[in-house]
């Protein structure tokens, strides 16, 4: 199963931006489409963007269209979250997460195997 390590996130003010990183702990990260996740206090863990095993497809929550973009580096077994114009409502813990079925699947929780400890995320107002 493969270990996922998440970072990046930060204090931040409303416009601000900060960029997440997760790193893979073997090389099979390639096979796998990668998705993010954030969870605010009270609130159930929600689907934030995926990207596709090669990098070639995303998709994004509503409301974070056209403020966030996810990347990949497969030659460095990590995924990225930059996320710009940030807004008080995004404050949340962050996870990315790993889905080794076809990225169409990779909305719903139960579709991840794995998971990253979470990075803190706070946008002040």
């Known amino acids: 199963q493969v270990q996922l390590v998440d970072s990046g996130g930060g204090l931040v003010q409303a416009g601000g931006s900060l960029r997440l990183s997760c790193t893979a702990s073997?090389?099979?990260?390639?096979?796998?489409?990668m998705g993010w996740f954030r969870q605010a206090p009270g609130k159930e863990r929600e689907f934030v963007a995926r990207i596709s095993s090669n990098g070639g497809n995303t998709y994004y929550t509503d409301s974070v269209k056209g403020r966030f973009t996810i990347a990949r580096d497969n030659a460095k077994n990590t995924v990225y979250l930059q996320m710009n114009s940030l807004k008080p409502e995004d404050t949340a813990v962050y996870y990315c997460a790993a889905c080794p079925r076809p990225a169409y699947y990779c909305t719903m929780r139960s579709s991840y195997s794995a998971w990253g400890q979470g990075t803190q995320v706070t946008v002040s107002s």
């Open positions: 073997e090389h099979t990260f390639s096979t796998y489409a």
